[in-house]
């Protein structure tokens, strides 16, 4: 079966991505439960960063000017494994485990799990690469340990991300709100 594509409808354009549910099922889940959800909708960018990323996913985004934006994630709960059907768990603030199972680089148009720095603290936030950032590799020398879980399906996608990553901010922060309207992920 080909992996999943999500549909992110923003306010600035859809994007399309591949979710690698073959290659990482554990995080790809997650981030396909949380989609399907609703979970995602109406959350903003709340750190951007020309020639390096566009991070998404905290719950407390929902208001764009919030101090606690990229602090927090889902429920604490269990989700199924799309492809293996065990039951994951989110736990100690909405954390998954590491997944560590395909090397994938952080290359530009990828998905990578944004974490805390500390093992297993990856949750609902993801920031999307507009370059290669090969030192965020789970598999490279040093501290930042980044999954892989899905990629721009195309040229227009990835437009939309970079242009994301480019506009006005206040410490990291779009000074107009990005908002995501919605995510859907077709099986």
Do not use: W
């Amino acid at each position: 079966m080909p992996n999943p594509i999500a549909t992110l409808e923003t306010t600035m354009g859809t994007i399309k991505a591949e979710i690698y549910l073959e290659q990482m099922p554990i995080t790809a889940s997650n981030f396909i439960d949380l989609a399907n959800s609703g979970f995602y909708n109406g959350l903003h960018f709340h750190r951007v960063i020309p020639d390096f990323m566009d991070q998404f996913g905290c719950p407390y985004s929902k208001d764009p000017k919030s101090g606690r934006a990229g602090t927090g994630g889902p429920p604490d709960g269990t989700y199924k494994n799309l492809k293996t059907g065990a039951t994951e768990t989110r736990s100690k603030g909405g954390n998954i485990k590491d997944e560590y199972a395909t090397k994938i680089s952080n290359e530009p148009g990828t998905f990578s799990m944004a974490n805390t720095g500390s093992p297993n603290t990856g949750g609902s936030q993801f920031f999307m690469n507009v370059v290669h950032n090969d030192f965020l590799d789970f598999f490279s020398p040093g501290e930042s340990k980044h999954p892989v879980f899905g990629k721009a399906a195309d040229e227009a996608s990835f437009k939309v991300m970079v242009a994301i990553s480019q506009v006005p901010t206040r410490d990291d922060c779009p000074i107009t709100p990005v908002m995501m309207k919605s995510v859907t992920v077709a099986m």
